[in-house]
C-alpha cells in the first residue's frame, strides 16, 4: 500500500478563495482523522470519521471548515471562504487499531 | 483538561550518547504514542503502547500508567535521528482523537 495521499502537497490561495484538501486513507483503515499544526498551537485534531461517518468534529474551527468522506476510499476538508490565519499544515491519518499513519501533509498558505 | 507535556522542549546531543525525552500527561488514557517528525514534515508513528516497555533498534519506550508518565530513550544516537519528537495520548475507551504533546527538537551533532 502506497500510505495516506494528500493531495495537494502545497497550496497558495488568496483570501476568500475556497480551499479543498483531499485525502485517500490506507486500504482497509475504518478512522479517517483530519489535523491541523501550527508553529502556535502544534497538531490539533479537526474532525475524525469512523466507517466514513463523522464521529467528533468539535476540533473544527468554524463554520468556514466543513469535510466530508462520501466513500472509504475518500475524504475532502474545504475551507471556504479562507482566510491568513488557516494558513498551516494540514495532515490526514488513516488507522484501524489505534496506532495512525500519517499523509504528507498540505502546506496551505492563504495571503 | 486534557494535557500533555513533553521536556526537554529542545535538545542537542553529540553523536553517540544516550537520548531521553520524557512525556506526561494529566488523566487516565487508553494509548499513548511516540511520533517522529523529520524537518521534510513527515510524520511517522514510532510506539504506540498502552503499558510497559517496548524496543524498535536503537528506540525504547516505556510508560508508567501509576506516574501518569513516559519516557522515549535512543542509545547511540546518531544525525539521522534529529526530528521533533511528539507525544499523543488517547483519551477514553475507543480510539478517539489524538492530544499532543509540542514536541522536542532534537538536534545530533556528528
Known amino acids: 500500500d502506497a500510505g495516506v495521499i494528500q493531495s495537494p502537497r502545497h497550496e497558495v490561495t488568496e483570501m476568500g478563495q475556497e480551499v479543498t484538501l483531499r485525502c485517500k486513507p490506507i486500504?482497509?483503515?475504518?478512522?479517517l482523522f483530519w489535523y491541523r499544526q501550527t508553529m502556535m498551537r502544534g497538531l490539533e485534531l479537526l474532525i475524525y470519521?469512523?466507517?466514513?461517518?463523522?464521529?467528533?468534529d468539535s476540533g473544527m474551527p468554524e463554520d468556514r471548515f466543513s469535510a466530508k468522506m462520501p466513500n472509504a476510499s475518500f475524504s475532502t476538508l474545504k475551507i471556504q471562504p479562507s482566510e491568513p490565519r488557516d494558513s498551516a499544515v494540514y495532515f490526514c491519518?488513516?488507522?484501524?487499531?489505534?496506532?495512525?499513519?500519517f499523509g504528507q501533509g498540505t502546506r496551505l498558505t492563504v495571503v | 483538561k486534557n494535557e500533555v507535556e513533553q521536556s526537554p522542549q529542545n535538545l542537542t546531543a553529540q553523536e553517540g550518547e544516550f537520548i531521553t525525552i520524557n512525556c506526561s500527561y494529566s488523566?487516565?488514557?487508553?494509548?499513548l504514542h511516540w511520533l517522529q517528525q523529520h524537518p521534510g514534515g513527515g510524520i511517522v508513528s514510532l510506539f504506540m503502547?498502552?503499558?510497559g516497555k517496548k524496543k524498535h533498534g536503537r528506540l525504547i519506550a516505556t510508560i508508567n500508567i501509576q506516574e501518569k508518565h513516559s519516557s522515549l530513550h535512543i542509545t547511540a544516537s546518531h544525525p539521522r535521528d534529529s526530528a521533533v519528537y511528539i507525544c499523543?495520548?488517547?483519551?477514553?475507551?475507543?480510539?478517539?482523537?489524538?492530544?499532543f504533546g509540542k514536541g522536542t527538537k532534537l538536534s545530533v551533532k556528528p
Open positions: 491519518a488513516s488507522s484501524l487499531e489505534a496506532e495512525a499513519f
Open positions: 486500504s482497509g483503515h475504518d478512522y
Open positions: 470519521f469512523n466507517n466514513n461517518v463523522p464521529i467528533d
Open positions: 488523566v487516565g488514557i487508553s494509548a
Open positions: 503502547l498502552s503499558s
Open positions: 499523543a495520548v488517547n483519551y477514553g475507551g475507543s480510539q478517539g482523537n489524538l492530544i
